[in-house]
C-alpha cells in the first residue's frame, strides 16, 4: 500500500477509535464507512498521481543518435555483472559481482567517439554461499587480497546493425591485461525524474578464457570459458563532451 495511502488508513483509524470510545458502539458502523470511503478515495487519486509523475520520462527512444551527448556515470543500483561456466558439464553454474562502478563519455552522432569504463570489486563476488565466496578469493582463483579490482577500458566502438555495437577494450584481471570484444545492445533511452538526468540502458556479453588471465585452476573439470553479461544504465551528469 503507498505512503499516502497508509497514513489515511492510520489517521482515519485512530480518529474512529477516539470517536467510538467517546460515542458508543452505535457509531462503529458509521466509523468503518468512513474508513472505506477515505481508503477508496486514495486509490482513486493515487495512481493518477503517479502516471503523472512518470509521463514525462516516455516513451522510451531507441534511437542511438537521439540521445544526448555528455558524461554520464553508471547508476549504481541498476547495474549487475552475471558470470556463467560449465561445471563437469552438468550444469553452467551462474554468480555475480555486487559492486561496480563506471562511466560513460557518450557521442551519439559517433559511436566510434564513444568510450566506457568501469571497474568492478573483486570481492563482491557473489555465489550465494559466504564460504565459496572466500574461496574464491584465494591466489588459484581472483586473487581478491593481492587484485582487488577488475577494470575495463574500451579503445573502440563500431555499429554492426540496428541497436548493435561491437565494443572493443582492455580487460585487467588479477594483474593481467588482455583485450576483449563484447556484443552490445542498446536498449535507450530517456528522461529519468528520480535520477534528475537522462539515462541510456545497454546489455553487453561476452565469453571470456579464464586460463588467459592465470586462472587455470581444475580445468577443464570447471570449463575454461566464462560467459559474462552486464546490464547497465548510465545517467547524463549535465556535463557536455568538447
Known sequence: MHTLTRWVAGWASGWASRWVTTSGARFVATARLLLLLLLLIASLTLPAAIESTYAAELPLSKVFSDQPAGEYTLDRAHASVVWRVAHMGLSRYTARFDKMDGKLDFRPGSAASSSVEFTIETPSVNTGLAPF?????????????????????????????????????????????????????????????????????????????????????????????VEVEVEVEFVNQNKPVG
Open 133 to 225: 565466496n572466500r574461496q574464491l578469493m584465494d591466489a588459484d582463483w581472483f586473487d581478491g587480497v593481492k587484485h582487488p579490482t577488475i577494470r575495463f577500458r574500451s579503445t573502440k566502438m563500431d555499429a554492426t546493425g540496428g541497436n548493435m555495437y561491437r565494443l572493443t577494450g582492455d580487460l585487467t584481471l588479477r594483474g593481467t591485461t588482455k583485450p576483449v570484444v563484447w556484443n552490445v545492445t542498446f536498449n535507450g533511452g530517456l528522461y529519468n525524474s528520480l535520477m534528475q538526468g537522462h539515462a541510456v540502458g545497454f546489455s553487453a556479453r561476452t565469453t571470456l578464457k579464464r586460463s588467459e588471465w592465470g586462472m587455470t585452476k581444475l580445468v577443464p573439470m570447471v570449463a575454461d570459458e
